[in-house]
């Protein structure tokens, strides 16, 4: 049986981990969304402000997964971890901020280039934590639990021990991010089924502001011991 050990859940507004809200976005503030987040949890990557808005929502989620739940990557060695994305607009947002500096410019950003291919930002988690995993980035009209849990028992059987998954939909200012950690026999989680994934990517943030750590019952994770 597998089961989700840790999760972030970030919106255009809140993002929240294991159920706890963590950052809500000011209004009127002179950073981006995102800029906001890496700053009130001090993040320190300086490379973080050159990716695109894709691979700074996979950076900032994974590492707030790695702060909620302290180790909850330390027990695997570096091929152990699988990473397995998905989203329904690919890269089409810096797509088309890449076409909109050529128009304006008459000359293509590279830096925006880099970042015109959606699996890109399985290489920057990968390089942050130094993983050499399986990984995978899909692309699916719409959220499809049963492709993370099938494509899961995949890499499990091919001999991963955990996994890195995610929803990131970002376009045109719309965020809709859910990762979420998942182990084999973890008992601290919540089972990894269609129902409960669909209950975490849907679940309206502002519900989470005052909800006990220790249940596990809406998808709250435990802490782990």
């Not at 919540?190 to 502001?209: A, G, I, M, R």
Request: proline share 4%.
């Amino acid at each position: 049986m597998n089961f989700i050990t840790g999760y972030c859940r970030l919106n255009e507004d809140v993002c929240a981990v294991n159920g706890e809200i963590v950052s809500t976005r000011t209004a009127g503030s002179d950073d981006t969304w995102f800029k906001q987040i890496y700053k009130q949890h001090e993040f320190v990557y300086p490379k973080f402000y050159k990716m695109d808005l894709l691979a700074q929502a996979g950076y900032l989620t994974s590492e707030l997964i790695k702060r909620g739940s302290p180790g909850i990557f330390s027990g695997y060695q570096d091929d152990e971890i699988a990473m397995v994305f998905s989203n329904s607009s690919s890269s089409a947002d810096t797509d088309m901020r890449f076409l909109k500096s050529y128009e304006d410019n008459a000359s293509p950003s590279p830096s925006l280039f880099v970042y015109t291919l959606p699996n890109i930002i399985l290489g920057e988690v990968a390089i942050l934590n130094k993983w050499y995993g399986e990984n995978m980035f899909a692309v699916f009209p719409k959220f499809t639990p049963d492709f993370f849990i099938n494509y899961i028992n995949i890499t499990i059987g091919g001999g991963s021990k955990a996994a890195l998954c995610g929803w990131l939909e970002i376009l045109e200012g719309k965020v809709d991010v859910l990762l979420f950690f998942v182990e084999t026999n973890e008992q601290n989680g919540v089972p990894l089924t269609p129902e409960n994934l669909t209950n975490l990517l849907t679940k309206n943030l502002q519900s989470t502001k005052n909800a006990s750590q220790h249940s596990t019952g809406n998808g709250h994770i435990k802490r782990r011991p």
